[in-house]
């Protein structure tokens, strides 16, 4: 685990120390857009015209912020038109890397041995951590973007007319609901249970702990009297909060110490969960190998024998009730 520092790489843990052990997620650095023109988006520059075969994504499969990418990838029938390398699991002091013995696919555009070498392909000076998900594009040679939310946004409406796929998750009239509950579910929850994780003080620990557990609450409370966040059609907002959620029961709240309660005591949040992952697609996006392994294995300061526990056993897709449970 480590960063980029003008193209040299520092295995180096992240910086608690002058946050008062509070973790700080470092804002991604790459932010073009794919846009169905290629003229430019919100940031970044024009020249990345969506384009079936132009575009490569990596992603690990642990990862909840390149996970949301492949849901839409899947959803927004982008299979055929955007290839994936899928990185090991085990992110260890060479960051991200393309093993093979692990389930990982390698790198299918480079051959390179780790992902940090894709960011010096990008820009020989780069300074920055080097994370998933990566969007690659292949005829400029460059990365597009390296900033999930926006992977999304993307994916959600650039390529539809090469698709003709046309569900929209980011439907003009929910736009500033949306922003609004992505906000909130991003501090609290997202990054909450890293923020629970990686703390190195009881009293960051304890702060994040209980604003990830008063943010699932309200959240369950929401679920209670409506089906989805923004009401009864599912957006952006639900499939960002899902890849936490799925990953909760089996890795935060162990390795992360997130364990007040569990999403399978939540009567709604665990409905919910069950529902989003029971849609068509979306459960071949889940891999509960990597998830366990990479959090497990890779985190050897919180873990230091580095076993991955072999549970818990929950059946997701068991029938999800939603129908009934909703008042
Ligand atoms: N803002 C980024 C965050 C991505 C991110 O932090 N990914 C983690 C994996 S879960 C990572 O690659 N971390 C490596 C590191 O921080 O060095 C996004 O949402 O795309």
Avoid at 134 to 144: E, S
Avoid at 267 to 275: D, I, Q, V
Avoid at 295 to 320: C, L, M, R, W
Wanted: charged share 20%.
């Amino acid at each position: 685990m480590g960063l980029l520092i003008n193209g040299q790489w520092h295995d180096k843990w992240y910086d608690t120390a002058s946050h008062q052990g509070e973790f700080k997620r470092e804002e991604a650095k790459l932010r073009h857009w794919v846009t169905h023109d290629g003229s430019a988006g919100p940031s970044g520059n024009a020249g990345f015209e969506a384009q079936a075969g132009r575009y490569h994504l990596y992603v690990s499969l642990a990862c909840p912020w390149a996970h949301r990418t492949l849901i839409f990838r899947q959803l927004k029938g982008l299979t055929d038109l955007i290839s994936v390398s899928v990185v090991s699991p085990d992110m260890l002091e060479k960051g991200w890397s393309f093993a093979t013995d692990n389930h990982s696919s390698g790198d299918a555009l480079f051959q390179f041995d780790n992902l940090f070498q894709l960011y010096c392909k990008n820009n020989p000076a780069h300074s920055g951590r080097v994370t998933v998900p990566v969007l690659w594009d292949k005829v400029k040679n460059c990365i597009v973007s390296n900033e999930s939310s926006e992977i999304i946004r993307m994916f959600n409406s650039a390529f539809d007319h090469l698709t003709g796929n046309k569900l929209n998750f980011y439907p003009d009239n929910l736009t500033s609901e949306i922003d609004t509950i992505n906000e909130f579910i991003y501090h609290n929850i997202n990054n909450g249970v890293y923020r629970c994780g990686f703390a190195t003080t009881q009293q960051a620990y304890e702060q994040a702990f209980d604003a990830l557990f008063n943010a699932l609450d309200k959240v369950e409370e929401r679920l209670s009297s409506q089906r989805y966040l923004c009401g009864n059609v599912i957006t952006e907002a639900d499939w960002r909060l899902f890849t936490t959620l799925i990953r909760f029961d089996a890795v935060y709240v162990g390795h992360f110490k997130c364990n007040l309660r569990t999403i399978e005591s939540y009567p709604h949040l665990s409905a919910y969960t069950r529902e989003l992952f029971q849609i068509d697609g979306v459960a071949e996006t889940v891999d509960f190998y990597h998830i366990k392994r990479h959090y497990y294995f890779s985190h050897a300061h919180i873990n230091p024998t580095q076993v991955v526990p072999k549970g818990p056993e929950i059946d997701y897709f068991k029938a999800h009730h939603r129908d009934e449970l909703i008042g």
